[in-house]
């Protein structure tokens, strides 16, 4: 392994203590590292299922899916997670989703749909107005806040209406069995 990694790669590689920050422009072996470290997770006595490798495209996570299993075989690969961002949240939730309240089979909505259920929860045609709403939705839930603190937080007309057509957009999705991973 160690003639494949220069040394900025073997110190990223086996540092295992804790948090470290790999910042290197592309095609200089970024994924080299992770996928060594997997390899090297897997040497120090962690179990694949206990490594996650989070990517932001499925292309990305693709690449790294295959060159991890090149690397440490398909048995340890195929127990690894390795996805990106939206895969491990949707993966999350089957598997633990009942407890706020969510089937395992619930679906997740495309961006279309959600301005359609934003439009039904708001009583609009207007495409623009639904897109502002789910502006002000989804800052705020990027704050952690449920509709009823945006309604407290709500500054103004605009604010508050956008709050109350977050309640009845969050509603909505219950009864649907479906959530929102693009607001
Ligand atoms: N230390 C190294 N020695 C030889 N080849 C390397 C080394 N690090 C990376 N590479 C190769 O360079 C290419 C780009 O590496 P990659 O890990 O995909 O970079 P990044 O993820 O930063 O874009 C790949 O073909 C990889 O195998
Ligand atoms: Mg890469």
Redesign the pocket.
Known sequence: MAD???SA?LAAVHHLGGPCLVL?G???????VIVHKIARLLEAGYAPGQIAAITFTNKAAQEMRERAKALVGARAAASLVVSTFHALGVRLLRADGERIGLKPNFSILDANDVLGVLKDAGTTTDNAQARRWQWAISLWKNQGLSSDEAEAAAQGEDERSAARVMRRYEERLAAYQAVDLTT
């Open positions: 494949t990694l220069n790669q290197a592309a095609g200089s072996g970024k994924t080299r």
